[in-house]
């Protein structure tokens, strides 16, 4: 059975300026979660690439809109979700870019962050709530985390 369940939750606006911050807070809960640096490094860059998405592209970087950030670890897994209410972005649309005998610097740009995301997290889930609530769950497996860290 699972100890039970520590969280934090913050909200950020939808700005550049606020990612050192976001960063920072997600940083500092999975430090007290005692991950990784490598781990928490890799919750940084994912929510670093999503949010970053959502201020450029969905809010266009428009003033006013706000970024729901929660961290949750237990004895299982640590998390992090991203809540947002824009039109949203449906990941099941999204295919992984071509990468396979390409030289970096003649691939396209577009559409690496999600690959990033998928690439270092154990999981992700998107639910997607059009204008209302969309929410990117993040998530690293502790076990698998330890076994990673083993080899």
Request: aromatic share 10%.
């Amino acid at each position: 059975m699972d100890s039970l369940m520590r969280e934090a939750l913050s909200e950020f606006e939808a700005t550049l300026d606020s990612l050192e911050s976001l960063r920072r807070f997600v940083a500092d809960f999975m430090r007290s979660a005692h991950l990784s640096e490598d781990l928490i490094y890799n919750f940084e860059i994912s929510v670093d690439e999503h949010a970053v998405n959502l201020i450029e592209h969905a809010f266009q970087s428009l003033p006013g809109h706000m970024l729901t950030v929660i961290c949750r670890d237990d004895d299982s897994k640590s998390q992090v979700i991203i809540v947002d209410n824009s039109e949203g972005f449906d990941p099941r649309n999204y295919s992984v870019p071509d990468v396979e005998g390409t030289a970096i610097y003649e691939l396209p740009p577009g559409g690496f962050g999600n690959y990033f995301i998928c690439t270092l997290m154990d999981d992700v889930e998107y639910i997607h709530r059009p204008f209302i609530k969309n929410e990117l769950i993040l998530t690293v497996y502790k076990h698998q985390a330890d076994q990673a860290t083993a080899r």
